[in-house]
């Protein structure tokens, strides 16, 4: 068995949590390889440097770290694309069905890197429609001061725009919206307690990264 990593933007994490931590989404038709690395140094360049500075990533960068079967993952030949410890794996798009099948255990996100100009998945035809991450725990906020029950439901729903802005909120101030440090802090403690009864066996990160 192989341990393996993959930096990804939003947009490919949101379609990695479709399919709930099971595999990577197929190869775009201008995307012939899927390229996982070897080390987690690596990947967090990736992420840090690349993908919060990019629109399609959602200014965000998801380190993703994965277990893959021996003897199958043995086959790909290790490429150095660059600095010595630039090390991938370069895997044809039409072989990624296979690939998947092989992934041992569920996709794990180790870290996460974000941006100065991320806004986190928009909601639509919701409570959280056309709402920022910022915005949105607004919202999560006076949810829970509203109806503890409506709070759990909400994110029982929501679920993938907590799993991918909860380290965002967690590490930053948000007075300027009016929501106190002491306020946030409530708020995303009773959203984590919610959300380990909710999904035990999906860790949620409490502090992201910020890009350099």
């Given at each position: 068995m192989k341990t393996l990593y993959r930096p990804v933007g939003l947009t490919e994490m949101k379609l990695i949590l479709d399919l709930h931590l099971g595999g990577f989404p197929p190869r775009l038709p201008?995307?012939?390889?899927?390229?996982?690395?070897?080390?987690?140094?690596?990947?967090?360049?990736?992420?840090?440097?690349?993908?919060t500075k990019d629109l399609f990533s959602g200014y965000a960068g998801f380190v993703t770290e994965f277990d893959v079967a021996s003897p199958y993952i043995?086959?790909?030949?290790?490429?150095?694309?660059?600095?010595?410890?630039?090390?991938?794996?370069?895997?044809?798009?039409?072989?990624?069905?296979?690939?998947?099948?092989?992934?041992?255990?569920?996709?794990?996100?180790?870290?996460i890197y974000y941006g100065t100009d991320y806004v986190g998945l928009i909601p639509g035809g919701s409570v959280f429609e056309n709402q920022s991450a910022a915005q949105q725990l607004i919202t999560w906020k006076n949810i829970l001061e509203c109806n503890a029950m409506d709070f759990?439901?909400?994110?029982?729903?929501?679920?993938?725009?907590?799993?991918?802005?909860?380290?965002?909120?967690?590490?930053?101030?948000?007075?300027?919206?009016?929501?106190?440090?002491?306020?946030?802090?409530?708020?995303?403690?009773?959203?984590?307690?919610?959300?380990n009864g909710l999904f035990p066996d999906m860790v949620l990160l409490s502090l992201g990264k910020e890009a350099l």
């Open positions: 201008e995307q012939p390889i899927f390229y996982p690395v070897l080390n987690k140094p690596y990947a967090d360049q990736i992420a840090r440097e690349w993908n043995d086959q790909y030949e290790e490429h150095v694309v660059g600095a010595r410890h630039h090390l991938e794996l370069w895997i044809p798009a039409e072989e990624m069905d296979d690939f998947n099948h092989q992934i041992v255990g569920p996709i794990r996100v180790v870290d759990y439901s909400e994110i029982r729903e929501h679920w993938q725009h907590i799993f991918t802005s909860y380290p965002y909120w967690s590490q930053r101030g948000f007075t300027g919206y009016g929501l106190s440090e002491a306020t946030k802090n409530e708020v995303l403690g009773t959203m984590k307690e919610y959300w």
